[in-house]
C-alpha cells in the first residue's frame, strides 16, 4: 500500500473516535480490531462468529479508493455495495447501519417471509428431509429452509463444505432468472458446473439426485 494512502488512513483514524466505540460482542459476533494492511486492502475490524462460520470485514480498498464492508458465509464472501463511500465522514455515519447487518448474520432467512423467494416456498419442498448430513467429509451447511441471501440477486439454498479443504459445492436460486445453479469452490478457487441448472424444484430434485454425490466426490479428488 502506498505511503500517502497509508498518511491518509491514519490522519482520518485520529479525527474520530468511532472505532473505540465498537461494540466487543453482538449476538454472538466477536470484535477484531485489525487496523493492518492485507494486500491492496487496510482492514479496520472484522466481527466473526466461528461457530456458524459467519463474519463482516470492514477495510479501505487501496484500487477503488473506497471504504467498503465484505460479508462471509461460509466459505462464500461477496462486497455489500450499499455501504461502498470514497467519503470517510459517509463511512462514519454508515456503521449503525454496517454493525445491524451483524446482527442479522446472526438469523437464518425465513423464505416464507423475503418477498423476493416466498413464493418459491422452499420451506415447504420435502426433499430438504433427505437430503444427508455428511457426503465423503463435506457437511450440510445450509439448507433451502435456512437460506443465506448471496449478492446480484443470488440465494444460497443448500450448501455442502468441508472447512479444513477449503472446499464448498452450493446450490443458487437466482430472483432475476428464477433459475437454480451450481458452483463449487476448491481450495478456495470457484468452478461453474451446469448439471444442476434448472427452473423447478421438481427439475432441481432430479438433479440433485443423479449428481449430487458424484460432484461432492469430484471436488474432493480434485
Known sequence: MKPDIKNKIAAEAQTTNIFDE????????????????N??????FSYEDEKIHRGLTVYFHEETFEYKTRVKIGLNEFCLTKFFTGNFETFGKMLPEILKVVENLSKPINPDEDIFISD?????????????????????F????????????SYIILS???FEMNADFNIFYNIYTGGFSGESKINGVPHVTYLFDAKTLKELQKNLDAHLVDEICRIKNF
Open 39 to 44: 494486500g491492496d486492502r487496510f482492514d479496520y
Open 120 to 140: 418459491r416456498h422452499f420451506s415447504a419442498w420435502s426433499y430438504v428431509k433427505n437430503l444427508p448430513q455428511s457426503i465423503d467429509g463435506f457437511e450440510l
Open 22 to 37: 465498537l461494540p466487543d460482542e453482538i449476538c454472538g459476533f466477536t470484535l477484531k480490531k485489525i487496523f493492518a494492511e
Open 142 to 153: 445450509i439448507t433451502p429452509d435456512k437460506p443465506a441471501k448471496f449478492t446480484n440477486g
Open 160 to 162: 455442502y463444505t468441508n
